[in-house]
């Protein structure tokens, strides 16, 4: 907490102050992302403990149908930090395009399939 309260009095680079920005941003976006996609999934386990096993159709139907929507949330939250830093840092797209594109992308175009045919032996 000290080291936070003194960071505006330090000389720090503007480099080094809009990294501290983006994972400024990613930190907050996450840990919202962790409210909406995980919240719903422990109501509806809250909601289903305190009914218990219900012998009515539409009720189980209803159950159903929710436990599969925050489901599709639940898993969803794992795959959130990947867009959640693609889209706050310049930085990891720059990463992600150099792999994608630079690494992968020009090893998989250089391979070469030698005809066994014209081997001389």
């Known amino acids: 907490y000290r080291n936070l309260q003194h960071i505006s009095h330090r ?12 994972l400024t941003t990613m930190i907050l976006a996450e840990a919202l992302s962790e409210v909406i996609f995980v919240t719903p999934t422990c109501i509806l386990n809250l909601i289903n403990y305190l009914i ?13 149908f929710f436990r599969n929507l925050t489901g599709i949330f639940y898993y969803i939250h794992f795959v959130s930090p990947f867009y959640i830093y693609f889209c706050a ?6 990463q992600l395009i150099y792999v994608l594109f630079k690494v992968h992308y020009n090893r998989w175009r250089h391979q070469r399939v030698v005809d066994v045919a014209n081997i001389d032996i």
């Open 11 to 22: 000389t720090i680079p503007l480099v080094r102050r809009e990294l501290d920005k983006q």
């Open 52 to 64: 218990g096993n219900s012998s009515d159709p539409f009720t189980v139907a209803l159950i159903s």
């Open 89 to 94: 840092s310049k930085r990891f797209r720059q």
